[in-house]
Structures are given as C-alpha cells and as structure tokens.
C-alpha cells in the first residue's frame, strides 16, 4: 500500500516547497506593505454585499491554490477588517499591533505548540511572562498567572478563584447552592465597571444579582461611602461580603478607582480584592501613570490586556494571583490521561490545564515575550504615556472650541465630547441623535473611526487614544471632520420636517 507511506498535507517535492516558500514570503512582503502603507488607507470601509456573499460558499471539496486563497485575503478580508492598525483608528480600546508580534505568532504557529502543560521550552517563555508581571505588580513569588484570550476570561477567572477560596474547594463538588457553604456571597464593583464582570457573575453560578453596583463620585471612580454602607446593609442582611472588584482604566472615560484605598477596604472586611486592569494596568510601565494605580500591588489578582496598551497582536490577555494555591484550588483536577511523572515529558507541574478552564492553549506567550523584549519597557511605556499626553491635547482643543462640549474628566487616554451647537435649536434628544450619526459618518467616511458611549445620560463621542502610530496631526484631522460632518447634520436637521424620534434617520452623501 504505497499510499500509506506517502500521505501528508504537506508539499510532496523539493520543488513543491520551493513554490510555498516564494508565495510565503510574497504573503508576508504584502502584510509588510500593508502596514507601511497604513496612513494611505481608509480607516474603515463599509463590506461591499457581493464580498460578504463570497464568503457564503458551500464547504470546499476540492483544493485551491495557496496563491488564490491568498489572492481572496488581500481582496476580500484585509480591506474590510476593523482597522485598529491604522493611526486614527480610536474607537473602543483597540490596540495597534506590532510588527514584532506578528512575526512571532507565524513562529508559533509554525512550532504548533500546545501550551496546556508537559515538559517544554514556550511554558518556561510563558512562566517567564508570569515571572515579569509579578515584578512589574510588585507581587510576591508566590504568585501565579495564565495567559487567557482577553480580560473578559481574566476577570472570570478572577472572580471564580475569589468564589472558591471563599466557599472552600468541596463547594466545587457541590456547587454554590449547598446550604451547608453558609451566608450568601455578595460583591461589590463600581457602576462604571466593564460588563464583563456582571457576566462573570452569571457565568459563575452566583448570579449578577450578588454583584452590587456602586454609584461612582464626579470622577467617574467608586464612591467609597457609598461602598462601605452597602456592605454594612449586606452584612446586616446575613449576606456574606466577599470580593471588591476595582478599575484600573474604566472603558468608559478611562477612570481609575482608588485603588488603595478599595485595598483597604478589602483587607478590613476581609474580602478578595481583584482589580479590573484590562487596558490601565500597564500604565505600570509609564512612569507619569504608575503613581496613579498606587494600591493595585496590594490586589489578590489582577486581569489585564497586553492587546491593549501592550499593543501585542490579539488575543492576548493575562490574569496574576497572588498566591498561585488559590489558582489551583480553584482549578487543578485530577485525570488519567494527564498525569505527571517527575521525569519525561510529563514533568514540570503544575501545568496551565492547572491554573484555568483552558486544557488546549496556543502559544500566545511568544508574541508577548517578543513585544517585550524587542522594544523594552521604556519604549513601550512611553507609546503609554504618548496617548495620554495626546488625550490632553485633544481636551484642551475640544474644551477651546465653542461647538464642542466635552462630557468627562481626562484621565488617562479617553476623551469623551460631542458636537454640540447651542445655535442650531436642537433638542436634547435631537443632539444625542445627532452624535450617533456623526460617529456613524466619521466610521463610514474613512477618516477616523472613534465609537459612541453614554456619559451622564448623554450621548458622547468616545476617543480612546491606544494605537502607538497616533500623532497629534491625527487628532486635528478628526475635529476637522467632526466639525465639518457636525456642521452637515445641522443643516441636514434643519431641513427635515420629520418628527423628533425618527430624525435624522438616512445618511445622505
Ligand atoms: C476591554 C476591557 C475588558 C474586556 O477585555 P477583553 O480583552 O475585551 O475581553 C474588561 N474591562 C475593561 C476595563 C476593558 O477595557
């Protein structure tokens, strides 16, 4: 049977591997040209409906060539993507990638590593990343981390370790509703925290009405008052105060609690104190910012993004705990087929199968440790701090301005404004209206894409400044193009003679 010595999808020649080789580097001589070219590309571009259909086809019996799967990317998916590479891409909290990154992730793609556990080098690159953080965190050595995809799956993590450490390890057996675990759980984090750590509380079995909303003060950052009385009630209640979730960076108008003192609270009330670090936690790494996440080397676990400010390619997120035995507490589990032995390849526990949900796992560690160590901390610090100062001078641009009303303090690298003309006689509702649209015209228009929120009840352009290739020209170009849309609307609002709910519904060119 010569057919079962010479199966494989891999090229069968000498010659056949020369040709995959050419068009390898022809794919990535494209990506090099696509990211040095960034600036002369729309932002965004509406997916024209026959590209969107091409990619509704029946399942591919039959090969095609590499050359024209690749020929499909450059036509039909790269032009269409998000754009969070490109500079004046400032909506949501995207980071802007690294060259350095990508490279690393065709490496380990190429080594097709799987890091769920055994005896193998990318563990020790990923441990080495594990080893920095609890540095750079000021964390003791008996700390344990895990790369996750995002801080969505850290601030989960986060919040089950907290569950088990305080309902004990048997409730993994019996599940949170065993009457004989006592009080109710109960949690606290502040009304401007992310969605995803009410859904890690759905996730978790707890149920999101076990996760108290705190009011937030001026600053948009947890009202400590209110915190303290909230938990008095509860204990009041026979409920049982486990966990305070902070923010370091909230996603809305980038504010940061006060960590320090939520630390004590924490301690006081002997509670997990976790913060909610997804893209301000790194502010570590610049040192005009660090000062202001002081308390957060007091956290028992922190969930963070090094594809936000860390501008590593998605996905790539983190979670730290202060002792690695509540990890495992949490998720360690015996099975056959993955039993250590103290030599061979099943060495080297405890494994990351160990420390999270995850048993299959990538190697997201070697595009991490390549962003690290190609540019350093200084370096990437500085592109931290950079958006920050560039935030301040779209604050002062915007509050100069009389057509632009800004909605929320600067803190870090988010501006919320919108445009707002006290001229046009427009109502409340009319002016939030206005704004959605406006954000939909910029995003459409190619210019800039920046995203909408609700600040206050109100509608606000939301600039999130994370991309390391944004310089202050990029800011100017998108005023200019707000106020020049804006100025549209207005003129588009003035002559339509539709009522207020549906105006000013169409986009007209
Ligand atoms: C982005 C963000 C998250 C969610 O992180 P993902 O990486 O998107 O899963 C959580 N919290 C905050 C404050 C964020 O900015």
Same mark, same amino acid.
Not at 317 to 340: E, M
């Given at each position: ?27 990535? /001589? ?50 269409? &993507? ?36 055994? #005896? ?14 609890? #540095? ?6 008996? *700390? ?73 003060? &001026? /600053? ?13 009630? #509860? %204990? ?39 913060? #909610? ?21 007091? &956290?028992?676990?922190? *969930? ?18 202060? /002792? ?57 610090? &500085? ?39 006290? *001229? ?37 352009? %939301? ?5 390391? %290739? ?40």
């Amino acid at each position: 049977m010569p057919e079962l010595e010479s199966f494989s999808l891999d090229p069968a020649s000498p010659s056949d591997w020369s040709a995959v080789r050419a068009q390898g580097h022809r794919m990535l /001589d494209d990506l090099f040209d696509h990211l040095a070219q960034i600036r002369e590309r729309p932002v965004w571009q509406p997916i024209p409906a026959e590209v969107r259909a091409a990619f509704d086809a029946p399942l591919p019996a039959a090969p095609v060539a590499l050359a024209e799967a690749h020929g499909r990317f450059m036509t039909q998916v790269l032009p269409y &993507a998000v754009g969070n590479t490109h500079p004046r891409f400032m909506g949501w909290v995207h980071g802007g990638g690294t060259v350095e990154g990508m490279l690393a992730e065709m490496l380990a793609a190429g080594l097709n590593a799987n890091l769920g556990g055994r #005896d193998q080098m990318p563990l020790e690159v990923e441990r080495q990343i594990v080893r920095w953080m609890r #540095d750079l965190f000021a964390f003791p050595a008996t *700390a344990g981390g895990l790369l996750v995809t995002g801080s969505s799956m850290a601030n989960l993590i986060g919040v089950l370790v907290a569950r088990t450490r305080a309902l004990g390890v048997g409730s993994r057996e019996t599940g949170v509703a065993d009457p004989s675990l006592g009080r109710p759980l109960v949690a606290y984090t502040a009304a401007s925290a992310h969605g995803c750590v009410a859904q890690a509380f759905a996730i978790s079995g707890l149920g999101t009405q076990a996760l108290r909303h705190v009011p937030v003060d &001026a /600053d948009h950052r947890m009202d400590l008052v209110a915190l303290e009385s909230l938990i008095a009630a #509860d %204990r009041a209640a026979g409920l049982r105060p486990f966990l305070v979730v902070g923010t370091a960076g909230t996603v809305d108008t980038g504010a940061v609690d006060d960590l320090d003192a939520l630390a004590t609270v924490a301690e006081r009330q002997q509670m997990w104190f976790h913060v #909610d670090g997804a893209f301000g936690a790194l502010g570590m790494l610049a040192p005009e910012i660090a000062p202001r996440l002081r308390g957060i080397e007091r &956290a028992d676990s922190i *969930a963070l993004d090094f594809h936000k400010w860390g501008q590593v390619p998605y996905d790539a997120g983190f979670i730290l705990v202060r /002792d690695q035995a509540d990890q495992l507490a949490a998720f360690a589990s015996p099975a056959a087929y993955l039993a250590r032995h103290p030599r061979g390849l099943a060495a080297g526990s405890p494994w990351p199968c160990d420390l999270g949900p995850d048993l299959s796992r990538g190697f997201r560690a070697l595009k991490v440790w390549f962003t690290l160590v190609t540019h350093g901390t200084e370096r990437l610090g &500085a592109a931290i701090g950079h958006s920050c100062r560039l935030a301040q001078r779209l604050k002062d641009r915007i509050d100069a301005h009389p057509l632009l009303e800004r909605l929320a303090p600067v803190a870090l690298n988010i501006v919320c404004f919108r445009y707002a003309d006290p *001229a046009s006689g427009l109502s409340a509702a009319q002016v939030d209206r206005l704004n959605t649209e406006l954000v939909a015209d910029l995003q459409e228009s190619g210019i800039a894409v920046p995203s909408t929120t609700t600040v206050g009840g109100r509608t606000a352009i %939301r600039v999130a400044l994370v991309n390391h %290739r944004t310089v202050a020209s990029d800011l100017d170009v998108l005023l200019d193009a707000v106020l020049r849309l804006g100025a549209r609307r207005v003129r588009l609002a003035a002559t339509t003679r539709l009522p207020d709910p549906s105006f000013p519904l169409e986009t007209t060119p």
